[in-house]
């Protein structure tokens, strides 16, 4: 099973690796930089190989950045938007350098410009991506796309919006989705019974191909199905449930995915007690 959390940054690459092999995870997900900040300073080539390195020696076989949360690639603010669209940029080309397959990112909201208009921004936002020197210097390198739990004016909170955006993608190879659990309960997508699951699934094909998830976020759901409203809560602990984790894990159209943790850090002994409760309903892992 390819399994892992979110991690920190903090104090370099290197250690985020150590820390991963202390959690006995082969799956990794990190901001590339500070995440509060759209300044992204240049990787030293010295921190890149040890990074590739240190990560061959403990066995990660998945990695992937997440972009920082102030892009909104829909944004109607034309300084926002160019911000936003460099971001994404510098993201696929660091994720090149440090031989990470997948860029995930939150899509963004409309602000009151509409969905259609929201949607055919973010197609813009990605294909102006895919076709900079930047994406052409990291030609192995994915971007995902992750789906919302639509608070506000959230896009991508349905698989329909988000395979609006696949279709209006012009290198449709360099385009794949992310799959968070939390937000498709809150968007009310139910995961918690084999029949609401099972429904998602057929959707979620229909909409945009289940080959084309390339990434399971596994968050459990302080709010309610459809409460539109995204607070992750720890696995077990919230409306989906640990049944429902179950149902999610061992199914077969998801079991091979990479499923990263995106749980609550409320002590240094979270993310081990969610990854075991992730590890408990798993068979044969
Ligand atoms: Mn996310
Ligand atoms: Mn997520
Ligand atoms: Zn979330």
Not at 29 to 49: C, T, V, Y
Not at 105 to 121: N, S, Y
Not at 179 to 206: I, M, V, W
Not at 227 to 236: F, L
């Amino acid at each position: 099973m390819l399994l892992g959390c979110h991690l920190s940054i903090a104090g370099g690459l290197e250690q985020t690796v150590a820390r991963a092999q202390e959690l006995r995870i082969n799956a990794l997900q990190i901001f590339s930089h500070n995440a509060r900040s759209w300044k992204m300073g240049a990787l030293k080539p010295d921190e890149a190989r040890k990074f590739i390195e240190r990560r061959r020696q403990a066995h990660i076989e998945y990695t992937v950045i997440h972009t920082i949360y102030l892009i909104n690639l829909a944004s109607p603010d034309p300084k926002n938007f160019q911000l936003s669209v460099q971001a994404l940029k510098d993201e696929v080309q660091r994720a090149g350098e440090l031989q990470i397959p997948h860029v995930n990112t939150h899509i963004g909201a409309h602000m009151g410009q509409g969905v259609e208009k929201g949607l055919e921004r973010i197609a813009e936002a990605i294909n102006a991506v895919l076709a900079s020197p930047q994406a052409r210097s990291a030609p192995h390198v994915k971007i995902l796309l992750e789906n919302s739990a639509g608070e506000g004016t959230e896009l991508g909170a349905t698989f329909a919006e988000l395979g609006a955006i696949l279709n209006s993608i012009k290198e449709k190879k360099r385009v794949g989705v992310c799959l968070d659990t939390c937000h498709a309960f809150a968007a009310g997508y139910d995961l918690t019974t084999p029949h609401g699951l099972e429904k998602t699934l057929q959707e979620l094909e229909r909409q945009i191909g289940l080959e084309r998830v390339e990434l399971i976020h596994l968050n459990d759901s302080k709010f309610p199905l459809g409460s539109r409203r995204d607070r992750h809560e720890h696995i077990g602990q919230g409306r989906i449930g640990i049944e429902g984790f179950r149902l999610i894990v061992n199914h077969p159209a998801l079991r091979d995915k990479p499923f990263i943790l995106e749980t609550p850090k409320d002590d240094e002994l979270s993310d081990l007690r969610n990854l075991a409760a992730i590890r408990s309903v798993r068979y044969d892992s």
